[in-house]
């Protein structure tokens, strides 16, 4: 079955930097990679999308990348601020099952 | 508008109690999920429900017991409660298949067994 690694496990930035996580997945039919947001106390909540068909997509102050060949897909935070700090989840989806990452924790300091 | 929503939200109960977590949403939509949230935040697929009917079980002991009345309800039924089911249990729901877009989550179940 599909395996998603996620790095690093916890990141911690300063207020206005960029912050990136990065996912490497083992299932070439996986076709469907997207990125959720858990705040404390909260379910996970989706923020981003991308499909096998798309390298990269944007909204506004975040960005995914997917790297097909070379099975990672990456999250970019841009000027980060204090209420992105949660733990961000990569998934990757093949057929009907959907397989998160570990997390990662990020931290972002005033 | 709660759209996922489950409950308790925190159960705490001793080794060998039976317990059950409710879950209702309110989207319309046809597929329900259970996942299982450990201590270390793992997030883990148990079981899918598409309009009632069971099509992802994974490999959980069968002590485990999702049960959905219907599309709008998942419940989940816990015999025998073990040491090693303290988790969050969060409920979910897509419309279609997960490969179609977005998984509502509701907040979460916080179960702890003594």
């Known amino acids: 079955g599909e395996n998603v690694e996620q790095h690093p496990s916890t990141l911690s930035v300063q207020e206005g930097d960029s912050a990136v996580i990065k996912c490497t997945y083992s299932?070439?039919?996986?076709?469907?990679f997207p990125w959720y947001k858990q705040e404390l106390g909260k379910g996970p909540q989706l923020i981003i999308d991308i499909r096998s068909n798309v390298g990269e997509k944007k909204d506004q102050r975040i960005a995914v990348t997917l790297n097909k060949t070379a099975k990672h897909f990456s999250l970019h935070i841009t000027e980060t601020q204090p209420e992105d700090s949660a733990v961000y989840f990569c998934?990757?989806?093949?057929?009907?099952?959907?397989?998160f990452g570990g997390g990662t924790r990020v931290l972002v300091k005033p | 508008d709660t759209a996922v929503s489950q409950t308790p939200k925190y159960l705490v109960t001793q080794m060998g109690n039976d317990k059950s977590i409710k879950c209702e949403q309110n989207l319309g939509h046809d597929t329900m999920y259970w996942y299982k949230q450990d201590s270390k935040k793992f997030l883990k697929i148990m079981f899918s429900y598409n309009n009632k009917e069971l099509i992802i079980n994974e490999t959980v002991p069968n002590r485990f017991s999702p049960k959905s009345p219907d599309k709008a309800h998942l419940n989940l039924h816990i015999n025998s409660l073990e040491l090693g089911d303290s988790a969050v249990y969060f409920c979910?729901?897509?419309?279609?298949?997960?490969?179609?877009?977005?998984?509502?989550f509701g907040e979460g179940s916080r179960l702890t067994v003594l």
């Open positions: 979910a729901s897509s419309q279609g298949t997960i490969n179609t877009g977005e998984l509502f």
């Open positions: 998934a990757g989806a093949a057929g009907n099952k959907l397989t």
């Open positions: 299932d070439s039919a996986s076709n469907y």
